[in-house]
């Protein structure tokens, strides 16, 4: 079940993926016939979903370390305890 939930949200991550324009700006939405990126532009929750979604997939995954967190926009971050950005 596990490896199911994981394979779901890779596919689901993969297609924001595939939809994202080249320049890397996230729209509010995507049409659902087109594909075609629609909506508002760069709203901090499009990004902020994209990150959750990462930290999300690497706790899953094991992978929380601190080299996740500055790699994620190459800058110094400080853990807790658990690992988790603080």
Known sequence: MVNALNGWGDAFIRTVSYYTPANGHLTEEINRDTGVPQGAI??????ASVVTAGAARAAAMNNMEASWWSGLANIPVTTNATGVGA
């Open 42 to 47: 760069d709203l901090t929750w499009s990004y």
